[in-house]
């Protein structure tokens, strides 16, 4: 479902990735752990092109991401296309993002209408039936205000899940939590999981990914030092610094 190859991505003169490959099998979920710097969320903005790459590639059931290959060439493509593109690209970013001024099926049904071209009809039947499945089905029309924090990140889950992605990138949906409202959020990215739903999943939640993930990848300074599955890579890491990193956050 997902190829990155060779991805470098620089801000100024401090490079973010350092040659990132990295391959997501459909139906999967990958874990991304590290600590705070490595180019984690950096990884997950260029996989939907929010940030464009210095060098490199990456490709979503099988399509080429932001760009179009003419020869050897590679050539931007223009906003329109690439929002195209991002709509089959799930994302629910740490801070929720929702409209302060629209009502949780309200930030729900405008993607679909844009994007899909669903009649309004049509867009409010998917968000109610997104919201039954998120658990937040009698607060269709509350506004975020009037929301709990995991209340909002799982509205947040249900206007990602609006346009049927194939893929959803989640970048730490827990950071901005308080440790009681954690539960709830991941408990809607398991339910998701076991529907065989293809995740990236960004975040710090060891237990968490021990359970849901098929594969864990340990990056850091940039690049991919490490993978495996759960048990390979939490219990039996292979290099000195995924054994430090998780040394500090196992307990």
């Known amino acids: 479902m997902v190829e990155v190859r060779g991805v470098h991505k620089s801000f100024g003169h401090h490079e973010v990735l350092k040659?990132?490959?990295?391959?997501?099998?459909?139906?999967?979920?990958?874990?991304?752990?590290?600590?705070?710097?490595?180019?984690?969320?950096?990884?997950?903005?260029?996989?939907n092109h929010l940030e464009k790459v210095d060098r490199g590639h990456v490709r979503v059931d099988g399509t080429l991401i932001g760009y179009r290959r003419t020869g050897n060439r590679l050539h931007e493509l223009g906003e329109r296309h690439v929002l195209k593109q991002r709509a089959g690209i799930g994302f629910v970013f740490q801070t929720f993002n929702l409209f302060p001024h629209l009502t949780a099926i309200e930030n729900i049904v405008e993607a679909p209408i844009s994007a899909l071209g669903l009649s309004r009809a049509a867009a409010c039947h998917k968000a109610e039936e997104l919201?039954?499945?998120?658990?937040?089905?009698?607060?269709?029309?509350?506004?975020?205000?009037?929301?709990?924090?995991?209340?909002?990140?799982?509205?947040?889950?249900?206007?990602a899940l609006a346009l049927d992605p194939k893929l959803v990138l989640f970048d730490e949906p827990t950071s901005?939590?308080?440790?009681?409202?954690?539960?709830?959020?991941?408990?809607?990215?398991?339910?998701?999981?076991?529907?065989g739903t293809t995740m990236i999943v960004v975040t710090h939640e060891i237990g968490f990914a021990r359970e849901v993930a098929d594969r864990i990848v340990f990056l850091d300074d940039g690049r991919l030092v490490e993978q495996g599955t759960p048990a390979e890579l939490l219990d039996s890491p292979e290099h000195d610094r995924t054994r430090a990193f998780l040394s500090k956050v196992l307990v």
């Open 19 to 47: 040659g990132v490959d990295l391959t997501v099998d459909a139906g999967s979920v990958t874990v991304i752990l590290g600590p705070s710097g490595g180019g984690k969320s950096t990884l997950l903005r260029v996989i």
């Open 131 to 159: 919201l039954v499945r998120v658990g937040l089905a009698d607060k269709a029309n509350a506004y975020p205000r009037q929301l709990s924090g995991g209340q909002q990140q799982r509205v947040a889950i249900a206007r």
């Open 176 to 195: 901005a939590l308080d440790p009681e409202l954690v539960g709830e959020v991941l408990d809607v990215i398991r339910d998701l999981a076991r529907a």
